[in-house]
């Protein structure tokens, strides 16, 4: 089985956009706030990779 560079795109896209996620729900669960502060740089550097892969699949004519 191959994988286009597309495949490659749109996996990642997907990952990072669980990871935004994943990141946003712990947030929440964390009390100490120097640690909740991380996590939140942590779910908005994987929100703007992901949006960064949304933007070069789009512009390709694809759907993420």
Do not use: V, W
């Not at 560079?5 to 669960?29: C, G, H, N, P, V």
């Not at 120097?34 to 789009?58: G, P, V």
Request: charged share 30%; hydrophobic share 45%; glycine share 2%.
């Amino acid at each position: 089985m191959q994988f286009s560079d597309m495949d490659m795109l749109q996996d990642y896209e997907k990952d990072t956009r669980m990871a935004a996620l994943a990141y946003a729900l712990i947030q929440t669960e964390i009390m100490d706030s120097t640690l909740r502060t991380i996590i939140a740089k942590a779910a908005n550097e994987a929100a703007a990779s992901q949006k960064k892969a949304a933007d070069l699949i789009m512009a390709r004519g694809d759907r993420p």
